[in-house]
Nanobody
Framework: QVQLVESGGGLVQTGGSLRLSCAAS????????MGWFRQASEKEREFVAV????????YYADSVKGRFTISRDNAKNTVWLQMNNLKPEDTAVYYC?????????????????????WGQGTQVTVSS
């Protein structure tokens, strides 16, 4: 069992930055691909970014590419999402998630149902 706790959300103006953190419990963090997803009010949850278990390959949604950066430190059981040049359309609840099957499949996933563990979410609000 893995518990994920996000932090770092808040209110920021357009063009500002935030850094989200996700702290994971358990001793197998280094075997999980870690993803960030977001859900805006009255919209479906959508993929934002993913990093594979070793901290190597990453992948981003087109809407955040060039503005967001995902990173992890397996020694600290933590994954981050650095968000720069924020826009009002980035307003959402942001969730981190762990995919324990990625290391078996040999690839990360952008598909939410393949993720096994989810945090409670942190609100990001970007004012115009």
């Amino acid at each position: 069992q893995v518990q994920l706790v996000e932090s770092g959300g808040g209110l920021v103006q357009t063009g500002g930055s935030l850094r989200l953190s996700c702290a994971a419990s358990g001793r197998t963090f280094s075997t999980y691909s870690m993803g960030w997803f977001r859900q805006a009010s009255e919209k479906e949850r959508e993929f934002v970014a993913v990093i594979n278990w070793s901290g190597g390959p990453t992948y981003y949604a087109d809407s955040v590419k060039g503005r967001f950066t995902i990173s992890r430190d397996n020694a600290k059981n933590t994954v981050w999402l650095q968000m720069n040049n924020l826009k009002p359309e980035d307003t959402a609840v942001y969730y981190c998630a762990a995919d324990q099957g990625g290391v078996i499949r040999g690839e990360y996933s952008t598909y939410a149902p393949q993720y096994d563990y989810w945090g409670q979410g942190t609100q990001v609000t970007v004012s115009s």
